[in-house]
């Protein structure tokens, strides 16, 4: 069942592609707040920084949970 989810195709890529993408763009923008923060290029409230890393913590989780166990 778990190998159904992870490699459903959507536009002919597997479910697990995706989720790889996702984490590795949430992780990119968890640094991207902290790096314009502290450059001065933009001022984002650091509230979104930890909502940011929980974020990629969950997609990561699912997405290496899809792999492991299928």
């Known amino acids: ?18 989720l790889g993408i996702l984490t590795y763009l949430s992780l990119i923008t968890t640094i991207t707040i902290i790096v314009l923060n502290k450059k001065g290029y933009k001022t984002i409230p650091f509230k979104w920084h930890p909502r940011f890393a929980i974020l990629t913590l969950i997609l990561a989780t699912i997405h ?5 166990f299928s």
């Open 1 to 18: 069942m778990i190998r159904d989810i992870a490699y459903y195709t959507i536009l002919g890529k597997p479910v697990v592609i995706y």
């Open 64 to 68: 290496a949970s899809l792999i492991i």
